[in-house]
């Protein structure tokens, strides 16, 4: 082979390998999320980075309503769910959770899924996107990261009865493969019931790692640098 088409060779090679890194520079910044929940007794929903709650979603106060959000969730967050109960008959999380990019669907009983209690009592949660209640947030998130509040930082979550249990029954807007969950503070096996303060309030995230975005453009990349290969292999024939 003569060092000018050894150079030909190297320098397609390194065409496709470029054109490889620069799709994966460009992979998407943002993920849709679709989200539908309910929690016994109330809730608050944000996300932010792994030390620090950044944007509120909504909240809401009235367990036998669904409520529906569509956001732009930013690569290597987290999506957070304060929540809090009456300490009465039952409690707990269940929610619906779709990438509108990919189509993949989780629930609030996805093993991903991560809870901290702040033994802070159930009143006084952050429930708004006041400067207050992200720093109160914040500062909990890293007390948990440090492992120092009740739960001795972020731990499993403990998944109760399917969606249509009761004492709830059937709630519409969530397929019925959800989970009602909780923190379990004395190892209830079913945190959801009966009423008892599990170290509240308590706060649930997940990563946006979580839920798997396709990357289209850099697959068909690789397919031009793979097809620059099948050509170098080509002119050798």
């Not at 799709?23 to 932010?48: E, H, P, R, W």
Request: net charge negative; with cysteine.
């Amino acid at each position: 082979m003569s060092k000018t088409v050894l150079k030909k060779d190297f320098l397609t090679l390194g065409c496709a390998t470029g054109l490889l890194l620069t799709a994966m520079s460009f992979t998407a910044q943002a993920t849709n999320i679709k989200v539908s929940i309910t929690v016994d007794n109330s809730y608050a929903l944000f996300y932010g980075t792994q030390t620090a709650a950044t944007n509120f979603v909504g909240s809401d106060f009235n367990w036998p309503t669904v409520e529906t959000y569509n956001f732009n969730l930013p690569t290597n967050q987290f999506i957070y769910v304060v929540t809090a109960s009456d300490l009465l008959v039952a409690q707990g999380f269940l929610g619906q959770f779709e990438n509108l990019d990919s189509g993949y669907k989780f629930y609030s009983s996805d093993p991903q899924w991560q809870v901290m209690a702040t033994g802070l009592g159930n009143t006084g949660a952050p429930y708004t996107g006041s400067a207050a209640d992200l720093a109160l947030l914040t500062q909990e998130i890293l007390d948990a990261n440090g492992g120092g509040n009740p739960s001795n930082g972020w731990v499993g979550l403990t998944a109760g009865p399917a969606n249509g249990a009761l004492p709830w029954g059937p709630i519409s807007g969530i397929d019925t493969v959800a989970r009602w969950v909780w923190y379990s503070s004395n190892g209830d096996p079913d945190p959801t019931t009966p009423g008892f303060n599990h170290d509240e309030w308590l706060v649930f995230r997940i990563p946006v790692a979580a839920t798997p975005v396709p990357e289209p453009a850099s697959l068909a990349l690789v397919g031009l640098g793979l097809a620059g290969l099948g050509a170098i292999r080509r002119r050798k024939a």
